[in-house]
């Protein structure tokens, strides 16, 4: 079996997270690019699932690494490679299926509750709250999905989850440590300002709040390291 896991992260402050840990507590070897300076592998032939994580930019901004991206995430599916993609990576991986990724009506910044559906309790949310459960958000692009995508959760606003075949996206943060939220306060001021946002309501409210979101990604995780895991064998 393959052990070894391609990151792609598309700005400094936007890491694995306590993704990390997990990954390295099973042993998996973690390939890192940064895809604003290095090279984006054209195929996904070498790796035993792909984590593609977010960024302030969008789909539509016409950047030549964002589309060398979604190529990755076309082979990866047509491999049958795990993927999954965190928020601006949700929103790769829905334009890459034939999608459209498009402004939102209201910017999610801060903490939400999202809803699963059977599906999503059925594979990526097992063992999860069956009717709601709170996820760290930061985004202002949603997308419309093509059919025969699986929607695995959602809120009041957007879709939140989805499948389709291998890949899977989710437009909220599990991965956030109380560190990273406080540097992307610091990263993307301005748009806490002319969102007229508080900082009291985009910080955890306390350490219990972190302790559950790490938890909740710590079930993910799970979730989909036995997706890769079937993958293999």
Known sequence: MLKKILSIQ????????????????????ISKIHASKDPIPKSANEFSAIIILGGPMSVYDGIKYLDEEQGLIRDAIQREIPTLGICLGSQLIASAIGGTVHKGLKKEIGWYSVSPTKKGLSSLFKGLNKTHFRVFQWHGDTYTLPPKTEI???????????????????????????????????????EITEEKLRTVEILPRNDNDMRKLASRCEIVWSNFSRIISRGSN
């Open 10 to 29: 598309n700005i400094t402050c936007e890491t694995l997270g306590t993704l990390e840990g997990l990954l390295r507590s099973e042993e998996y070897s």
């Open 152 to 190: 695995l959760a959602y809120s009041n606003l957007y879709p939140q989850a989805f499948r389709f075949g291998t890949a899977y996206g989710l437009q909220f943060h599990l991965e956030v440590t109380t560190d990273m939220i406080r540097s992307w306060l610091k990263e993307y001021n301005k």
